[in-house]
């Protein structure tokens, strides 16, 4: 039995990924700003923050709360925050586009420090980001998540370097478009979800469940030689030419 901490647990991934670790017997830790969310999560193995992930006071208590559920010892941490905001620079405020800045690479920045430091405590660990395709294959309209998701994946192989001797492992996910609310405004129009998968080698979009059934395997199962790796799950849409 481990203990977990989920910061942005609230979104469709994290609902998913907290049900399969208390499945498995964890102690789980959520950090979300939406409570009405996490409503039915009542498992005793399950304790609820509302918060923002930006909030440094939050991510520390989040993370002392893991490290006692996990007598001492935090496991591992998923970071699951994201945002999508699609539009071109010259239609881009910067308010909007520092706000993407903020949500999805500020917030990780913060869960990694704060949680690694605990981790160098425990002798090691496990934390996984989430990035996007976007991150890697430049996509029309989405240079703000680029920028951003670009960060995290960069950040992600260096914090896997600085930690790698203090048993620390750092790996993200890299989901293409995947069915969940986040995906909302491009699956809502039967068009623009065609014009989506048409671009997808395997031809159709991502199941939540495989996000999670990875996250899963990198916070648990994973071998102990996989960090600073970017897992592109995606369909081949990054690597393979259809």
């Known amino acids: 039995m481990g203990s977990f901490l989920l910061v942005g647990g609230s979104s469709d991934i994290g609902l998913g990924l907290c049900e399969r670790l208390v499945e498995n017997q964890h102690k789980v830790i959520i950090v979300a700003r939406d409570e009405t969310r996490l409503k039915n999560l009542n498992d005793d193995s399950v304790v609820k923050i509302i918060g923002d992930a930006n909030n440094e006071d939050v991510i520390k208590e989040a993370v002392v709360l893991a490290t006692e559920s996990g007598e001492g010892k935090i496991d591992g941490v998923a970071h699951l925050v994201g945002s999508l905001a699609l539009r071109p620079p010259h239609a881009m405020k910067l308010e909007a586009f520092e706000e993407v800045i903020k949500i999805n690479l500020t917030s990780a920045f913060v869960t990694l420090s704060i949680a690694c430091k605990q981790m160098l405590r425990n002798g090691g660990g496990r934390v996984v980001f989430t990035s996007s395709v976007a991150g890697s294959l430049g996509l029309v309209n989405h240079e703000a998540i680029s920028a951003a998701k670009g960060g995290v994946e960069s950040m992600v192989r260096s914090a896997a370097a600085t930690y790698s001797r203090r048993g620390i492992r750092v790996n993200a996910v890299a989901p293409g478009l995947t069915d969940t609310r986040l995906s ?32 899963n395997w990198l916070l648990t199962d994973a071998p102990d030689n996989i960090t600073g790796q970017i897992f592109h799950l995606d369909g081949g849409m990054s690597k393979v030419r259809n």
Do not use: L
Request: without cysteine; hydrophobic residues 35%.
């Open 184 to 215: 909302y405004p491009i699956t809502k129009s039967e068009n623009s979800k065609k014009a989506a998968v048409d671009r997808i080698p395997i031809n159709r979009i991502n199941e939540a469940e495989e996000i999670v059934t990875t996250i």
